[in-house]
């Protein structure tokens, strides 16, 4: 195992771990803000940054059965949402390889 190295992002809007403040993702990235996770509102990200995935699993959703993976950030090890493995449903299929960042555990970086 070697060091790893934090990516960091630029751009209009940057959001970052509440907890450290390490950049995850950009606004450009972002899908959606029609989302809930465990602590109120989330967003949904094409793809984020400086996350470690934990193991899949499935869980109950709102909206149906999906395989699951939290991520965690890879400075301070805060759970910050999940990523989407596989949708059970049809009409949920547009969510898998997408991200989950929930918005309080996010603060504006830049």
């Known amino acids: 195992m070697g060091m790893s190295y934090r990516r960091y992002l630029s751009g209009e809007r ?3 771990c509440s907890t450290c403040k390490t950049h995850l993702a950009t ?5 959606s803000k029609s989302f809930n996770g465990q602590h109120g509102r989330a967003y949904l990200f094409d793809g984020v940054v ?6 899949a699993s499935d869980r109950l959703m709102t909206t ?3 395989t ?4 965690y950030c890879c400075k301070c090890g805060t759970t ?4 989407y493995e596989k949708a059970y449903e049809a009409s949920q299929k547009y969510k898998e390889g997408k991200y989950i960042l929930e918005r ?3 603060v504006d970086v830049q």
């Open 104 to 106: 309080n555990l996010l």
């Open 68 to 71: 699951v993976r939290d991520i």
């Open 64 to 66: 149906g059965n999906h």
């Open 14 to 16: 940057i959001y970052g």
């Open 80 to 83: 910050l949402g999940w990523k």
């Open 27 to 31: 606004i450009h990235s972002m899908r």
């Open 50 to 55: 400086n996350v470690v995935e934990g193991e």
